[in-house]
């Protein structure tokens, strides 16, 4: 069984496949608007704590469990537990897969009806009136059939990419589509520059405002770290099962965050200086994209394919994360359950895409579930696994590591394949020590308030008074 196992084709393509996954709907879509609600730089300053702190040591062991073992989550956890209770942090994982991706899809396809919108010069007549765009984007994704043919075309794009495999597949397409994502990235954040009045946008994300800085915007920094770094549900832990000894998994993390992380502000800049530039309403939350960039695109000279252009990316983002979201759940049926590659991938995208279709519905015609539990489903998933399932799930890979796998076999296991060995490992020992040790406390901490709010009406820190 051993060296059958595929293997990613370069370093490059490992580092391009990995940020493929980081980079998606979190960074395009929910980083701007949540940092233009919660305080401009002042998020952005919690939010880059949380990946530095938080972020990193989770990232980092999510890649060297995959890679010592050469197993997806489950397979992994069982391994080095010797088949203890472990496992089911693996099955944690699969399951926030599942969750996730039965939602994401759904935006996923969003973004391919919008580009092609767009494409068609459908912005045109929402220029500049708010009102009737985002009465279309409501009439949209509320219509019973359009947006679950939007779902199926970007669903079975997703599937075809991972039936290709992990080298001609993934990485393949991680590496046609991130270049172009960050070269046009480039392109908007320019144009956003040369407009008049594009700079005040600039001024709005990047000056901090602490007291827009709410105790909830922590907690939603720390889950959007977990969310954009692809944590908390082994995506990592597989992406690590296809890499060889000879990689260096420092600098390959490092690697990923900070694309994470630079593709989040240039995605940032380009939008609020387009939105600043036209007069648009910079705090207008999840509808920022879907509702107000349709209106000022057409207002700006080539509107048509900067906006085309723009929800284009937005479109590749989405799908090489959501590649990475099916590939936890395909990788687990091959290690586990011996199925094929073909078998795993069309059994669970379709079964996905059905609940896909649900979470759909469940703006439209299937309003139950709203009217009992007062969300939709679509929120629900949403919540459930970007507060709870990822954090929880992360915080558990850092205990596994400080209680049962031990600091210093994940250390080993770091060092294989990093050349220099000019430090001191028992200061870098405890430095890890010590950051798994935050993280996972600060986690428990956060979702134990979370949980308290959500059962008691009042958050710790109400109660502690401040
Ligand atoms: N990181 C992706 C994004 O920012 C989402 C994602 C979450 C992907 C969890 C894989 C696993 O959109």
């Given at each position: 069984m051993k060296n059958n196992r595929e293997q990613w084709g370069s370093r490059l393509g490992f580092i391009l496949a990995a940020s493929g996954s980081?980079?998606?709907?979190?960074?395009?879509?929910k980083y701007p608007h949540m940092a233009g609600q919660n305080g401009g730089a002042a998020f952005t300053i919690v939010?880059?704590?949380?990946?530095?702190?938080?972020?990193?040591?989770?990232?980092?062991?999510?890649?060297?469990?995959g890679r010592n073992t050469q197993l997806s989550p489950v397979g992994a956890f069982k391994k080095l537990s010797n088949a203890s209770y472990w496992k089911w942090v693996g099955f944690l994982g699969v399951s926030s897969a599942f969750v996730i991706l039965s939602f994401y899809g759904v935006v996923g396809g969003w973004t391919l009806r919008y580009t092609f919108f767009s494409l068609f010069g459908g912005f045109d007549a929402l220029s500049g009136n708010s009102d009737s765009s985002a009465k279309i984007f409501s009439l949209f994704v509320s219509n019973d059939i359009n947006p679950i043919f939007w779902l199926i075309l970007f669903m079975s794009l997703c599937m075809f990419i991972i039936i290709k495999g992990v080298k001609s597949g993934i990485e393949q397409a991680a590496k046609i589509m991130m270049p172009i994502i960050i070269v046009i990235l480039i392109l908007l954040v320019i144009k956003g520059l040369s407009l008049e009045g594009g700079k005040k946008g600039l001024k709005f994300l990047f000056m901090p405002k602490f007291s827009d800085l709410t105790p909830s915007s922590i907690v939603m920094a720390l889950g959007h770290a977990f969310f954009t770094l692809s944590l908390g549900m082994g995506t990592m832990i597989t992406y690590g099962s296809y890499l060889g000894k000879n990689q260096n998994l420092i600098s390959s993390a490092l690697w990923v965050?900070?694309?994470?992380?630079?593709?989040?502000?240039?995605?940032?800049?380009?939008?609020?200086?387009?939105?600043?530039a036209m007069g648009a309403d910079p705090s207008s939350g999840p509808g920022l994209i879907f509702e107000v960039l349709p209106t000022i695109f057409p207002q700006i000279g080539g509107g048509v394919i900067w906006g085309t252009l723009f929800f284009f990316i937005l479109f590749m983002a989405a799908l090489t994360s959501a590649v990475s979201i099916l590939e936890v759940i395909t990788s687990y049926f091959i290690d586990q359950k011996g199925w094929t590659r073909e078998r795993a991938t069309l059994s669970f995208g379709i079964l996905i895409t059905i609940v896909g279709m649900f979470c759909s519905l469940s703006m439209g015609s299937f309003n139950d579930f709203k009217i009992i539990f007062n969300i939709s489903f679509m929120d629900f998933l949403?919540?459930?696994?970007?507060?709870?399932?990822?954090?929880?799930?992360?915080?558990?890979?850092?205990?596994?590591?400080?209680?049962?796998?031990?600091v210093k076999t994940?250390?080993?296991?770091?060092?294989?394949?990093?050349?220099t060995r000019k430090f001191d490992k028992g200061l870098l020992l405890n430095f890890l020590k010590v950051l798994l040790i935050v993280s996972s406390f600060i986690v428990g901490l956060i979702i134990l308030n979370e949980l308290f709010e959500l059962f008691f009406g009042s958050s710790l820190q109400k109660i502690a008074g401040f």
């Amino acid at each position: 069984m051993k060296n059958n196992r595929e293997q990613w084709g370069s370093r490059l393509g490992f580092i391009l496949a990995a940020s493929g996954s980081a980079v998606g709907l979190g960074n395009i879509w929910k980083y701007p608007h949540m940092a233009g609600q919660n305080g401009g730089a002042a998020f952005t300053i919690v939010y880059l704590i949380c990946i530095l702190i938080v972020g990193l040591p989770v990232l980092l062991g999510e890649l060297a469990i995959g890679r010592n073992t050469q197993l997806s989550p489950v397979g992994a956890f069982k391994k080095l537990s010797n088949a203890s209770y472990w496992k089911w942090v693996g099955f944690l994982g699969v399951s926030s897969a599942f969750v996730i991706l039965s939602f994401y899809g759904v935006v996923g396809g969003w973004t391919l009806r919008y580009t092609f919108f767009s494409l068609f010069g459908g912005f045109d007549a929402l220029s500049g009136n708010s009102d009737s765009s985002a009465k279309i984007f409501s009439l949209f994704v509320s219509n019973d059939i359009n947006p679950i043919f939007w779902l199926i075309l970007f669903m079975s794009l997703c599937m075809f990419i991972i039936i290709k495999g992990v080298k001609s597949g993934i990485e393949q397409a991680a590496k046609i589509m991130m270049p172009i994502i960050i070269v046009i990235l480039i392109l908007l954040v320019i144009k956003g520059l040369s407009l008049e009045g594009g700079k005040k946008g600039l001024k709005f994300l990047f000056m901090p405002k602490f007291s827009d800085l709410t105790p909830s915007s922590i907690v939603m920094a720390l889950g959007h770290a977990f969310f954009t770094l692809s944590l908390g549900m082994g995506t990592m832990i597989t992406y690590g099962s296809y890499l060889g000894k000879n990689q260096n998994l420092i600098s390959s993390a490092l690697w990923v965050i900070i694309l994470d992380t630079i593709i989040a502000m240039l995605a940032g800049t380009a939008i609020f200086t387009i939105v600043f530039a036209m007069g648009a309403d910079p705090s207008s939350g999840p509808g920022l994209i879907f509702e107000v960039l349709p209106t000022i695109f057409p207002q700006i000279g080539g509107g048509v394919i900067w906006g085309t252009l723009f929800f284009f990316i937005l479109f590749m983002a989405a799908l090489t994360s959501a590649v990475s979201i099916l590939e936890v759940i395909t990788s687990y049926f091959i290690d586990q359950k011996g199925w094929t590659r073909e078998r795993a991938t069309l059994s669970f995208g379709i079964l996905i895409t059905i609940v896909g279709m649900f979470c759909s519905l469940s703006m439209g015609s299937f309003n139950d579930f709203k009217i009992i539990f007062n969300i939709s489903f679509m929120d629900f998933l949403d919540e459930l696994s970007s507060k709870y399932m990822l954090p929880i799930g992360g915080a558990l890979t850092a205990l596994f590591i400080l209680s049962k796998w031990s600091v210093k076999t994940f250390l080993d296991e770091i060092l294989v394949g990093v050349q220099t060995r000019k430090f001191d490992k028992g200061l870098l020992l405890n430095f890890l020590k010590v950051l798994l040790i935050v993280s996972s406390f600060i986690v428990g901490l956060i979702i134990l308030n979370e949980l308290f709010e959500l059962f008691f009406g009042s958050s710790l820190q109400k109660i502690a008074g401040f």
